[in-house]
């Protein structure tokens, strides 16, 4: 092949790898070259084995499929050092056999990177450290091939069964489109649209089984938070919690609402003006936290037990008296 040529079937290649599926033409516009010319760039990638997958029909295109052997991947600089991190935090994210397959993984990785590349590899390894569970121990771990799988739905906006073993120990079957994944500081979920229950979903990774990828995509809806990880953050707060208190702020359950977004999760009217927060937390810290994201010139009122309030009563004279004379 000549120079051009290996070039073109190298971006070729990459593309197919960042997407599971690409239409002919989509393909041959990103390359700028006629169809004919891509049919004879994907034989080659054949040729090299690659087992690159014909589908037809007016929606039909071209996908990588796994083959019998792994084939050299090709990673710009900054997808390796990406990579390299990565598995550097996935040793100590709670992955089946998570430390032993990532850490081997990382050596034949480090071994073939460029000396500038493994540098800033060490430097960012230096810098970068995963956050430890806070409370309590870690959940069961989770298998790298699940992780995998939902990852991939997630990307390629499949719809996917599973099923599911709630807190309680209740067994469902569900069907959603899968939004993202999202690593706690304690467990992995999967932020979805519930099918069946017509609403948005967190569901933990650790208690999914029997995972079907329906073939099926939809079009991603709109995710009601700023981002899936804060999404997660604020489902967790309708889990039932050592200890509760309630905020009942001067504020219209509307513009309420619009202010905390899925963090108002609970919130009810009382009248036409206040609205009832719940909040919750492990610690009595954790409730006087949530006391800081009610807004400036908005007055509250906290109901709580006896045990928080003497709580929020003492810190807040241990703040008054911290502040300068």
Not at 93 to 118: I, N
Not at 172 to 188: F, G, I, K, Q
Not at 198 to 224: C, G, I, K, Q, Y
Not at 241 to 264: D, K, Q, T, Y
Request: charged share 25%.
């Amino acid at each position: 092949m000549t120079e051009s040529t290996t070039s073109r079937v190298l971006s070729l290649l990459n593309l197919l790898q960042t997407h599971r599926h690409w239409t002919g033409t989509e393909l041959a516009d990103r390359l700028r070259v006629t169809t004919r010319t891509l049919r004879r760039d994907v034989e080659r990638l054949r040729d090299l084995g690659y087992r690159v997958e014909s589908l037809p029909g007016a929606a039909g295109g071209y996908r990588l499929e796994a083959g019998s052997a792994l084939p050299p991947l090709l990673l710009t600089d900054d997808e390796a050092v990406t990579m390299a991190i990565g598995l550097r935090v996935a040793a100590t994210q709670g992955l089946t056999h998570g430390a032993d397959t990532t850490l081997t993984a990382l050596a034949k990785l480090e071994q073939v990177l460029p000396s500038g590349l493994r540098q800033r590899v060490n430097a960012l390894a230096v810098t970068v450290q995963p956050l430890r569970p806070l409370y309590g121990s870690p959940n069961p771990p989770v298998s790298a091939e699940l992780l995998g799988q939902l990852a991939l739905a997630c990307r390629d906006h499949e719809r996917i069964r599973f099923g599911y073993v709630s807190g309680s120990g209740d067994e469902t079957r569900r069907l959603v489109e899968p939004h993202a994944l999202v690593s706690s500081d304690r467990a992995w979920f999967l932020v979805c649209w519930d099918v069946h229950r017509n609403d948005w979903r967190t569901f933990r990774a650790d208690r999914m089984s029997d995972l079907f990828l329906t073939r099926a995509h939809f079009t991603p809806r709109e995710l009601p938070a700023e981002d899936a990880a804060e999404f997660v953050a604020a489902a967790a707060t309708s889990v039932p919690l050592p200890r509760n208190a309630e905020v009942v702020m001067r504020m219209p359950i509307g513009e309420m609402r619009a202010h905390f977004g899925p963090w108002a999760r609970g919130a009810e009217p009382v009248g036409t003006d206040r609205t009832r927060w719940p909040i919750g937390g492990r610690s009595n810290e954790e409730l006087l936290s949530a006391l800081a994201w009610v807004p400036a010139g908005v007055e509250y009122e906290v109901r709580g037990d006896e045990e928080f309030t003497r709580f929020l009563r003492d810190t807040a004279d241990r703040m008054v008296h911290a502040l300068p004379a």
